[in-house]
């Protein structure tokens, strides 16, 4: 039973440019949030999806977008990159219908 | 404002007992979570507590006082891979499993 599945691992990107990171949840899930996690802090929620809509948001700003697809996974869209989005993106699913949310080994994201 | 306080770091010896304490200020309560995340990886949920008391799970307990805004985490017969960071998370809207907000995460060191 595969557990959360992102892609790609590692990322490399320069101010302004956009990137797409890639989640697949659990077997069985059928909620995904996304959280952006600082060296040496704890994640921060960004946005949920669940039913193909953003159900929830959390303080990012537009530049922060994505989109879940009628098989569950997810994208998260960042533009305009600035410095400051080098972190780890972690995925997390879950089922709506209660349990905890479990988390993909995520994407280290840095930008130059 | 939402708030969660956890000590930023513990040592402990092989063997011995730890307990990791967590704060929080919510503008609402519907759980909180202990996650265990191993540098570089994914965070692995360890307990979850919605009630008053204390829940066991083998090695580990968490315990939850909701009137205190406050929730312990206690790994008993430590081991040298229970080195890694404990996070603990809130999850604050009623209604399911939602966002989780995290405090910053205690580095715990095992030695021999």
């Known amino acids: 039973d595969a557990g959360v599945t992102q892609s790609p691992t590692h990322l490399i990107k320069t101010r302004g440019q956009q990137v797409t990171l890639r989640c697949s949840p659990k077997?069985?899930?059928?909620?995904v949030s996304w959280y952006q996690q600082a060296l040496g802090q704890g994640p921060q929620f960004i946005f949920q999806y669940y039913e193909e809509e953003e159900r929830q948001r959390g303080n990012f700003p537009d530049r922060f977008s994505g989109h879940q697809f009628p098989n569950y996974s997810s994208e998260l869209n960042v533009n305009a990159l600035l410095l400051g989005d080098s972190a780890l993106y972690l995925c997390a699913s879950s089922w709506d219908g209660g349990g905890p949310q479990h988390f993909g080994d995520g994407t280290r994201l840095s930008i130059l | 404002g939402q708030n969660i306080d956890q000590p930023t770091e513990m040592t402990a010896t092989e063997g011995a007992i730890v307990q990791i304490n967590c704060t929080y200020q919510?503008?609402?309560?519907?759980?909180l979570f202990w996650y265990q995340q191993h540098a570089g990886e994914a965070p692995t949920f360890l307990s979850y507590n919605v009630l008053d008391g204390l829940e066991e799970k083998g090695r580990f307990s968490s315990f939850l006082s909701r009137s205190k805004g406050y929730s312990y985490l206690l790994l008993k017969e430590l081991q040298m891979k229970d080195s890694a960071s404990y996070l603990c998370?809130?999850?604050?809207?009623?209604?399911?499993?939602?966002?989780?907000?995290f405090g910053a995460g205690t580095r715990l060191a095992v030695h021999p």
């Open positions: 077997s069985g899930h059928d909620t």
């Open positions: 919510t503008s609402g309560f519907n759980g």
């Open positions: 998370a809130v999850s604050p809207n009623s209604g399911g499993y939602n966002k989780l907000i």
